[in-house]
Structures are given as C-alpha cells and as structure tokens.
C-alpha cells in the first residue's frame, strides 16, 4: 500500500527477445532476457524503448504478462495506425534486443500473499494482460482466494490467452461476453458486459470482495460504475484504461 | 549506447508537425484518453465546493456558484501524460490559481490537491502560480465530462497531467513537499515533461 514502493531509480537495460508466441491473429508475446531486472508484482508495467538506425527513438508502457519470478513477458495488441505495436507483433524475432525499464507502478497490482478477498477480475479486450499475471502468480502462490474472471472480447478467436484460460478449474471460473460473433450453440454471453451480466458474475458485496477491471475506457467506465451500483466501496474497484497503461 | 532495433524504422511525423513542441518519449495523440485508479465519481455542482486549507483550517471555501463567479479564462495549452500520449491545443475556462490564493491570503511553499474519490497529487506553490495553474471547468467548449474530471479539475500543463488532479476539491498549503497519490507508488516528484521526469530518480 501507500509508502511502501521502493524509490529504486529505474534505468535502462538492453533485453533480449527470448521467444515470441502468436496469441491471436493481432496480439503476440514476447518473453524477454533482462539481465538485471529486480523482479516485479503482478499488475505492475515495463517501459519499452525501441531505437532507429538514426538514432529516433520511440517508447511505451507495456502491463507485464508474467507472474512475478517468471521471466519478463509483454503481450502486445497491434494497432492499426501504431508505430511501435505493429513492429512488435510483425519485425520483432528471437534474439533482437530492445531496452526495458520497470517495473512500474505499483497501485494496480496484487499480491498473493495478503490477499483475502475474493478477487473479480474484469477484461476488456487486451485488458487481459495483467490478468494473466495475477492469475499465474495466485496459481504459483497456492492461495486458496477464489477468483472470477469476467472476459469482454469480440469473439472466440479473439480471445488471448485462450489455452491456459481453458485450463482454469474449480476456484477460478471465467466467462466470457462475446460482443461482435459466437460460435453457433453459444450459451454464454453475447453483448457487452451490462448490469444484470454483472450481477450474475460479480461477487456479492457480503464477501467483501476487491475488483480489478482493466481494458477500454468505456468497458472500464461501465464495470466500474456497475459495481459500484452493486455495492462495492470505490477503494475495492481499481481500474486500469489502455490507450495509455501504466499508472497515471 | 542503445541498441539498434533491426528493423524499426519509427515515425518521425509528430515532431515534423509540431517541432518543439512534444516532449521526449510522447507522441501526438488526438483522441482523449482517459485515465484513473478507479471509479469515476459523480459529484453534482450543488453539492460541490472547492477549499484551500492549512494546518487544519478551511482559510477559504468556495461553492460552485461562487467559483463560477469568479473571471474565468480560456486557456489554449499541450497536455502530456506521462503514459505518453501527448494532446496538442487544447481548450480549457477555468479559474486562476492565483486568483483563488489571492482571496484565501494564502502562503505556502508546496501544495497537495486533493480529489474526490481520495485521489492527492503534489506540486510546488511557484507551479501553480504565475498564471500557470487552473482550476478548469470547461473543455473544448462544453462543461467538463466526469470521466475527464469533471465538474472541475486541476489544470497545469506544464507539468506531466498526473499533476492536474481530476475531480478537484482543494488545495492543502504546506511547507514541505508531500508526496501525493502517484507520487508514492514512485512517479516523480515534479513531473517535468521536457526534463522526462517520469519516475522517481529520473
């Protein structure tokens, strides 16, 4: 919590691309090397610089992907009109270097080892990104705290991280809301989160839950809202909008 | 020495539009993202007041109509966001800083705004003076969104947009510098955009 973030000056360090894993048509991973990287929480961010021959150099604000004790990963969204993200999910292979910096931020994040909470995780689109970080670092930690995770997405072939979501049993449940296509025989969700989908996966306020929604600011702003509208105190609703990740 | 990202060839346009005008690490954005640690709260005008204290003490309260009788002015500024989107001309009215320390007799050496929702950032009393802070009500003409920050935000564009406090309510006077809410989870203490000052220590 507040005054225990640690004043580290962060600087620069070249990475190394380890590996790359194509998650859907537009979205890649990127594991990296970071030779001195102090480790991070999960929820937390990594800024990325990327240099041109001439010297032109062009920075972002990733969420990291991994769980804490895993090596760095980023998973990247690309935009159409973007000048860093279609690099990265097109020219980017095993073994180039780009310079990282982080972790950063540290009001977004969630830790194993004081949570009590059952935890609500709220995505939109490429909002899953931190998600998967919590998730890998509840699942490494062996905490018994129950996790709903409520997955916004256009359809099915969009949906990022789709194996190791699949693989989500027993005190992790996930639903999807498809907004634009579903398979035939779909009976999940179509459309976007509204109030009664809300209702039905968000934890009752008795449990005194805490809320995590992360994605585009109209699905962050309709989540967030709603649970408030439930009952949640705003202090359990962190919020994370991308366009722009990374705190501030 | 940095690498050299084989392969990456950027996108010099930004600066070639508006040379002098983006800070290092930003690029031009022309939409209007949004960002905040949580719910947007939705504070009505008839509930609203803005108050600058000190040591405890209310020295001055303004409600909505008293804030908005007061001479505004249309501001013309670039905003950056240390998550480094930058918005190039854009329109705000709102009140002076000054004008509000002026009626509240007020001396200080720092301030820490503080925000519906229990949002705080901080900034030195020379930052928010010398007709270099607002307290803005109005965007691009319209009276300003709640997701943007309304009914009024912190306006003071020279420094990272952290620092314009959304969902203003007052201003604390202190003596010292105190971190605010960003500021202690180890964003800069300042927040120079042109400097880079994006993180404690830069």
Known sequence: MAGTAVRRRLTWQVATVAAVCDETATVRTIELRTPDWAGHRAGQHVDVRLTAEDGYTAERSYSIASAPGEPVAITVQRLANGEVSPYLTGELRAGDELEVRGPIGGYFVWDADDATRPLLLAAGGSGIVPFRSILRHRARSGTVVPVRLLYSVRSLPDVIYRGELDQCTGSVSVTYALTRQAPPGWTGHRGRVDATLLADVAWPVSREPVAYVCGPTAFVETVAEGLVRLGYPPQQVKTERFGGPGGP | ?202
Not at chain 2, 17 to 38: E, I, M
Not at chain 2, 44 to 68: N, Y
Not at chain 2, 90 to 107: K, M
Request: aromatic share 12%; glycine share 10%.
């Open chain 2, 1 to 202: 020495m940095s690498p050299i990202s084989r392969g990456f060839h950027g996108r010099r346009s930004d600066e070639a539009a508006a040379p002098g005008r983006v800070p290092p690490g930003q690029y031009v954005t022309h939409d209007f993202p949004v960002l905040s640690a949580g719910p947007t709260p939705h504070t009505r005008t008839e509930a609203w007041t803005f108050s600058i204290r000190q040591a405890g003490d209310v020295l001055k309260s303004w409600t909505w109509q008293e804030m908005r009788a007061l001479s505004a002015e249309t501001v013309t500024a670039d905003i950056h966001c240390v998550t480094r989107w930058s918005k190039l001309d854009t329109q705000w009215e709102g009140v002076s800083v000054d004008i509000l320390l002026e009626q509240a007799r007020a001396e200080a050496a720092y301030v820490l705004a503080f925000s519906d929702g229990g949002y705080t950032t901080n900034l030195p009393i020379d930052d928010v003076t010398g007709g270099q802070a607002w307290v803005a009500f109005g965007y691009d003409g319209k009276p300003l969104e709640a997701e943007h920050g309304g009914p009024a935000r912190l306006l003071v564009p020279h420094l990272y947009f952290w620092k314009s406090a959304k969902w203003v309510r007052g201003l604390e006077l202190l003596d010292h510098d105190e971190a605010g809410f960003w500021e202690t989870y180890g964003y800069h203490m300042y927040g120079d955009p042109w400097r880079e000052q994006r993180y404690a220590g830069d």
